[in-house]
């Protein structure tokens, strides 16, 4: 079946200090990658997505580039701040299907000032 | 746009009363609603998927008889635990896909439950 294989966090990092998370996953037939955030107390919010082989997703300063070769969905932000401590989430779904999200386990950074 | 609430954002009950949380679409029409249980400083877990006017789909090793969903029109979701216990306490999370999204979600705030 699908799966997502997340960097473990903790992650910490002071701010404006170069962040990567890492993603691979395992999937059936040709996904879509999300990255999703959630600050604390509330529900996730989608950060970015790709939808196909060398896509690349960005927003807010995250970039993530759809690897099929490598199958790697990798979170990189040039300088964070301490606004994005967060827990971050890949997940995947497989295109086409009604399917649910998978997701990997999540990895908390925390960005000091 | 795509908006999805939760209601109520916290809850706390005593052991064996049941609870009803609620899932909205606030700017479109769902077709389908997942819900999904979070452990603490963990990942979601999907616990079942609904479309609107037919019976849920659960996943395995959840209690459809003490998670009971509905989704009765296509901006409403419905999770009501059912003579909740404390290890019932965690944080759900519901999300909405709509008719012309083949792969998006839109996630809900949460819920915090709590079962004295």
């Known amino acids: 079946g699908d799966s997502v294989t997340q960097m473990e966090g903790p992650v910490t990092l002071s701010e404006e200090a170069f962040l990567t998370i890492n993603c691979t996953y395992t999937?059936?037939?040709?996904?879509?990658l999300f990255w999703y955030v959630q600050y604390p107390g509330e529900g996730l919010q989608l950060l970015l997505k790709a939808t196909k082989a060398d896509d690349k997703g960005s927003n807010k300063g995250f970039e993530a580039t759809y690897r099929k070769e490598t199958t790697s969905f990798h979170l990189e932000k040039g300088s964070v701040q301490v606004s994005d401590s967060a827990v971050y989430f890949c997940a995947l779904s497989e295109t086409g299907s009604a399917r649910q999200l998978t997701f990997g386990s999540g990895t908390q950074l925390t960005v000091l000032p | 746009g795509a908006v999805v609430s939760q209601h109520p954002s916290r809850v706390i009950c005593k052991s064996g009363t049941s609870v009803k949380i609620e899932c909205r679409s606030l700017d479109f029409q769902a077709t389908t609603m997942f819900w999904y249980r979070q452990f603490p400083k963990k990942s979601l877990m999907l616990m079942a998927t609904s479309n609107e006017g037919s019976k849920a789909t659960y996943e395995q090793g959840v209690e459809k008889d003490k998670f009971l969903i509905n989704h009765a029109s296509l901006t409403l979701s419905t999770l009501t635990v059912t003579s909740a216990h404390p290890e019932d306490s965690s944080f759900y999370i519901c999300?909405?896909?709509?008719?012309?999204?083949?792969?998006?979600?839109?996630f809900g705030p949460g819920t915090r439950l709590t079962v004295l």
């Open positions: 999300s909405a896909r709509y008719s012309g999204s083949r792969v998006e979600q839109f």
């Open positions: 999937a059936t037939g040709y996904p879509s």
